[in-house]
Nanobody
Framework: VQLQASGGGLVQAGGSLRLSCAAS????????MAWFRQAPGKEREFVAA????????YYTDSVKGRFTISRDNAKNTVYLQMSSLTAEDTAVYYC??????????????????WGQGTQVTVSS
């Protein structure tokens, strides 16, 4: 089972990036997909999640209105469209797959599979 994240890079403040995470090795039918991030010296934090049926996504407050999570179940791929980026968004971004219940969807421990991470650096 592999999650392959891509799309990171260096962008100026105010710019945009789209991250992708392709799953392979098994079907993720019924799985929720999520993005977490970890900045240097900080703990990994929840960014966004979307359930299998593409119902209402979940976001951490700091990215609401700027980031959009989406998924293409036919392609086993989840996306994170990021706009109006700031230096505070600089981090390694990880995608994850799991079957969290509603109350745990923001917890990293609720996810079983993780990608390798992709670096996002926002220059101010």
């Amino acid at each position: 089972v592999q999650l392959q994240a891509s799309g990171g890079g260096l962008v100026q403040a105010g710019g945009s990036l789209r991250l992708s995470c392709a799953a392979s090795g098994r079907t993720f039918s019924g799985y929720s997909m999520a993005w977490f991030r970890q900045a240097p010296g900080k703990e990994r934090e929840f960014v966004a999640a979307i359930r299998w049926g593409n119902s209402n996504p979940y976001y951490t407050d700091s990215v609401k209105g700027r980031f959009t999570i989406s998924r293409d179940n036919a392609k086993n791929t989840v996306y994170l469209q990021m706009s109006s980026l700031t230096a505070e968004d600089t981090a390694v971004y990880y995608c994850a797959a799991g079957r969290p219940i509603l109350t745990t969807i923001r917890r990293s421990s609720a996810y079983d599979y993780w990608g390798q991470g992709t670096q996002v650096t926002v220059s101010s």
